[in-house]
């Protein structure tokens, strides 16, 4: 069985309200554009993702990453798990990214989560995405019990629920 309904077509592009930015599913052609995103922030990244995902390592090649995209991508024509690039129009850069994925841990329907750069912490472009990350859920994913990890959880009370048998 299927986390999700067999019917469920996933959004392809989101615009984020009062910025220049959207979101749309990553792609292994995406590479050189999350590579630099993701080094870039990479300590703060660590931080928030280490524990629970052991991502993105300090020795992370771009190589790596590209494996990582394209693992992405197949798991979004399949329905496994779902990444989203922040992208600015001319999607000549990423800025983040938000992941929808099955749960892993007990309680809940669908697990989200989500980063921006560290240029864009604290900013105006994080309040647009963190204002629009549930709304978007809620609208358009089809969770009855959806679980923002680090958000209304945080990720150390997420590692110590049981997992998903």
């Not at 309040?127 to 609208?139: G, H, K, N, T």
Request: hydrophobic letters at 40%; proline letters at 8%; glycine letters at 4%.
């Amino acid at each position: 069985m299927s986390w999700l309904p067999e019917d469920f077509v996933h959004p392809v592009y989101v615009p984020v309200p009062n910025t220049a930015l959207h979101l749309r599913s990553i792609r292994e052609a995406d590479t050189a554009l999350d590579y630099p995103a993701v080094m870039g922030s990479r300590e703060r990244l660590w931080e928030i993702f280490g524990p629970a995902w052991a991502w993105p390592e300090e020795t992370m090649t771009y190589e790596e990453d590209r494996i990582d995209l394209l693992r992405h991508e197949k798991e979004i024509a399949a329905h496994q798990s779902f990444n989203y690039a922040l992208l600015d129009e001319e999607e000549t850069a990423i800025f983040g990214c938000v992941y929808i994925d099955p749960p892993e841990r007990t309680g809940s329907d669908g697990e989200v989560s989500w980063w921006v750069v560290d240029d864009l912490v604290g900013g105006e472009v994080e309040r647009a995405l963190d204002a629009l990350v549930p709304q978007w859920i809620a609208a358009d994913w089809p969770f009855q019990q959806p679980r923002y990890l680090g958000r209304d959880i945080t990720w150390q009370d997420w590692l110590a629920l049981p997992r998903v048998s």
